[in-house]
């Protein structure tokens, strides 16, 4: 069973509102993934991390979304500015390494923005 | 740029029939291929994944074979249970892309009495 934490898993805000989500990745794995997933299941890939190094991440060009691994602290996810559209489920997952290697996601914060 | 895709949205089928979904993807470089499965309310989480030495992964009773020259990694089972009810998931993850999965649409699989 997967061991990566995500609090809070439902998470209501107003639009415009600031809206924070925190991942605890399983012990010992380096890599984090953030993804959202959308009322039709399909996977939007966000950012990664290995340590608190970022790997990848989408052009958030809109800037509303920020992402950070701090040693010693939960991976977050925050959006500064909620929008309607951003209403989904926001998985974390984390690996030992990257490539041909399981990924172990949590699962997830639900995001409601009204 | 790399894709997976599942044609299926939804599979219905009875118990004890025979399951195939499928995924065919497009990679530039040979990918690592996955499928993941989500049950209602739970974590995605690995059902199968490709080896290297193409070798058949079997898992639960499912099976898929990756071919390379159709760029296919469809699922099987042979016989469907009601708890094989769930979103499936086929995944790739190339070699250059820092271990970014990318996802097919799903296929929702739903198993009837």
């Known amino acids: 069973n997967s061991k990566v934490i995500q609090t809070p898993r439902y998470l209501v805000k107003g639009q415009g509102q600031k809206a924070k989500m925190r991942c605890i990745p399983e012990?010992?794995?380096?890599?984090v993934f953030w993804y959202q997933q959308n009322k039709n299941n399909e996977f939007k890939f966000l950012i990664n991390?290995?340590?608190?190094?970022?790997?990848?991440q989408i052009d958030m060009t809109e800037k509303r979304f920020s992402a950070e691994c701090p040693s010693n602290s939960p991976c977050s996810l925050e959006i500064q500015s909620s929008e309607a559209g951003d209403s989904a489920l926001y998985l974390c997952?984390?690996?030992?390494?990257?490539?041909?290697?399981?990924?172990?996601f949590g699962k997830g914060t639900r995001l409601t923005v009204v | 740029g790399d894709s997976v895709t599942q044609t299926e949205g939804l599979v219905t089928l009875t118990e004890g029939l025979p399951v195939m979904l499928n995924c065919t993807y497009q990679?530039?470089?040979?990918?690592?291929l996955f499928w993941y499965v989500q049950h209602l309310n739970e974590a995605p989480k690995l059902l199968l994944k490709?080896?290297?030495?193409?070798k058949r992964p079997e898992h639960q009773g499912f099976h898929a074979t990756l071919h390379k020259s159709s760029s296919s990694f469809h699922l099987q089972k042979s016989s469907a249970q009601l708890s094989d009810s769930a979103l499936y998931y086929c995944?790739?993850?190339?070699?250059?892309?820092?271990?970014?999965?990318?996802f097919g649409q799903g296929t929702k699989l739903s198993i009837k009495p």
């Open positions: 995944a790739l993850s190339d070699r250059c892309n820092q271990g970014k999965l990318i």
């Open positions: 997952a984390s690996s030992r390494r990257t490539g041909n290697t399981e990924v172990f």
């Open positions: 490709s080896f290297t030495d193409n």
């Open positions: 990679s530039t470089y040979s990918p690592f």
């Open positions: 012990k010992g794995h380096p890599v």
């Open positions: 991390f290995q340590n608190q190094e970022v790997l990848q």
